[in-house]
């Protein structure tokens, strides 16, 4: 993101060619069947392999399970691309020397994708059932079914929910200090949230910025103690407690707060730079929620060093298990790591197969 850049309306897939595919009867990477799905629509789709996202960890794993002839289907959801279609510039993701548009990006991935023969649909999965195989999923009244699932759901940052951050989000208001802290060198900026992260987010701020403002509508911060010592202590780092960002100022750019005040009557303007809305990020789980385990804050849970999730069969990569790293690259990273456990967790199931059926064959010796 940069605040001098032109605002980003999200653009469906950097305005590249691509196709947009909507669901349909015979759509998908095998022969079409037509089971008669629990929906009762009539159409459903059978594929090896179905993904569910289409943000760098999804379209990674769309590429590498492609060109292992996995022949996946993506249902990427109606806003495809993921996270990045509402930044402006990327300038952290390796091959991209002089940065590169969040929607271009991902016009590139998809683009990437879809040469090896991936399937993408831009449709919202609203349903799943993960009882036995063939898993089965539901998007807009299509029933697909697959032998592995890959869960790429992603996660949304919380915002605060006033409309001049919406209006200023890509012009200086943001919810990611790792990819936007770098446009603030020497420039006043303010954090806003009272946990962990906030806090972490206001430290590593101070490396660019000339000043930082940590605004919290509590008393006291909720983040560990050691964090709370550490910020209180810095000479770049401004306490404001008992405060609420009740607007953020500034027309084409961010220029300041107008802040609320939780203790006493009053309000008070901040000249600032900068925003870093710090208020946490909400995976998208809701339609696993039932079937697949999570973690103490409600990510999806992976066993040991795969992507495997409590269910056989199903795989989980990128935001949607990752609240510690949360950039494309380890998303992508990540995807490619799952499409890796899914072609070899198939190849085992389809030794398995084989053997039982030679085994069946075979006459008894007595
Ligand atoms: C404003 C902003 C700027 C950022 N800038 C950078 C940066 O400069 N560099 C960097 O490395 N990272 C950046 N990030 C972080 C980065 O975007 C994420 O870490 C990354 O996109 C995560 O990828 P993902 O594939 O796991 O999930 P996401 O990108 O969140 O994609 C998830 C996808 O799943 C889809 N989906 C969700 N539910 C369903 C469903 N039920 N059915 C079908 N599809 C569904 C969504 O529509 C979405 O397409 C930024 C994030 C934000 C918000």
């Given at each position: 993101?940069?605040?001098?850049?032109?605002?980003?309306?999200p653009?469906l897939?950097?305005?590249?060619?691509?196709s947009?595919?909507?669901?349909?009867?015979?759509?998908?990477?095998?022969?079409a069947t037509?089971?008669?799905p629990?929906?009762g629509?009539?159409?459903s789709?059978?594929a090896?392999?179905?993904?569910?996202?289409s943000?760098?960890?999804?379209l990674t794993?769309a590429?590498?399970?492609?060109r292992?002839?996995?022949?996946?289907?993506?249902?990427?959801?109606?806003?495809?691309?993921?996270?990045?279609?509402i930044?402006?510039?990327v300038?952290?993701y390796?091959?991209?020397?002089?940065?590169?548009?969040g929607?271009?990006l991902?016009?590139?991935?998809?683009?990437?994708?879809?040469r090896f023969g991936?399937?993408?649909?831009?449709?919202e999965v609203d349903r799943v059932d993960?009882?036995g195989?063939?898993?089965?999923?539901w998007a807009?009244?299509?029933?697909?079914r697959?032998?592995?699932?890959?869960?790429?759901t992603?996660a949304e940052?919380?915002?605060?929910?006033?409309?001049s951050?919406?209006r200023?989000?890509g012009?200086g208001?943001?919810?990611c200090?790792?990819?936007?802290g770098?446009f603030?060198?020497?420039k006043?900026i303010?954090?806003v949230?009272?946990g962990?992260?906030?806090?972490?987010?206001a430290l590593f701020?101070t490396r660019?910025?000339?000043?930082?403002h940590l605004?919290?509508?509590?008393d006291?911060?909720?983040g560990?103690?050691?964090?709370?010592?550490?910020?209180?202590a810095?000479?770049?780092?401004?306490?404001?407690?008992?405060?609420t960002?009740?607007?953020?100022?500034g027309?084409e750019?961010?220029?300041?707060?107008?802040?609320?005040r939780?203790?006493?009557p009053?309000?008070?303007?901040?000249?600032?730079d900068g925003?870093?809305?710090?208020i946490?990020?909400?995976?998208?789980v809701a339609i696993f929620?039932?079937?697949l385990?999570s973690?103490?804050?409600?990510?999806l849970a992976?066993?040991?060093?795969?992507?495997?999730?409590?269910?056989?069969g199903?795989?989980i990569a990128?935001?949607?298990?990752?609240?510690r790293?949360?950039?494309?690259?380890t998303?992508?990273?990540e995807?490619?790591?799952?499409a890796?456990?899914?072609?070899?967790?198939?190849?085992?199931?389809?030794a398995n197969?084989?053997?039982?059926?030679?085994?069946?064959?075979?006459p008894?010796?007595?």
């Amino acid at each position: 993101m940069s605040d001098e850049a032109t605002p980003k309306t999200p653009r469906l897939f950097g305005g590249l060619s691509l196709s947009f595919i909507p669901p349909a009867a015979g759509d998908g990477p095998a022969p079409a069947t037509s089971a008669s799905p629990a929906n009762g629509a009539g159409d459903s789709v059978e594929a090896r392999v179905a993904i569910v996202g289409s943000g760098p960890a999804g379209l990674t794993a769309a590429i590498y399970s492609a060109r292992a002839n996995l022949q996946p289907i993506v249902i990427g959801g109606v806003a495809g691309g993921g996270q990045l279609m509402i930044t402006s510039e990327v300038e952290n993701y390796p091959g991209f020397p002089d940065g590169v548009g969040g929607p271009e990006l991902m016009g590139l991935f998809r683009k990437q994708a879809e040469r090896f023969g991936a399937r993408i649909v831009d449709a919202e999965v609203d349903r799943v059932d993960l009882s036995g195989r063939p898993f089965r999923l539901w998007a807009a009244g299509v029933e697909y079914r697959a032998q592995a699932v890959i869960v790429a759901t992603g996660a949304e940052a919380l915002w605060l929910g006033i409309e001049s951050e919406t209006r200023l989000r890509g012009r200086g208001v943001s919810a990611c200090a790792t990819c936007d802290g770098f446009f603030f060198r020497d420039k006043e900026i303010a954090v806003v949230g009272g946990g962990d992260s906030a806090l972490e987010e206001a430290l590593f701020l101070t490396r660019f910025a000339s000043k930082v403002h940590l605004i919290h509508r509590r008393d006291a911060f909720r983040g560990s103690k050691i964090m709370q010592a550490r910020a209180a202590a810095h000479p770049k780092v401004q306490l404001h407690l008992n405060r609420t960002v009740e607007e953020v100022l500034g027309e084409e750019h961010v220029e300041g707060v107008r802040l609320g005040r939780t203790d006493v009557p009053g309000e008070e303007t901040l000249p600032i730079d900068g925003l870093f809305v710090a208020i946490g990020h909400r995976p998208n789980v809701a339609i696993f929620r039932e079937w697949l385990e999570s973690d103490e804050k409600g990510y999806l849970a992976t066993e040991g060093v795969t992507t495997a999730s409590s269910i056989e069969g199903v795989f989980i990569a990128g935001d949607v298990d990752d609240h510690r790293y949360r950039q494309a690259v380890t998303a992508a990273g990540e995807g490619c790591r799952a499409a890796i456990d899914v072609e070899r967790w198939l190849e085992a199931q389809e030794a398995n197969e084989r053997t039982e059926t030679a085994e069946a064959a075979a006459p008894t010796v007595r």
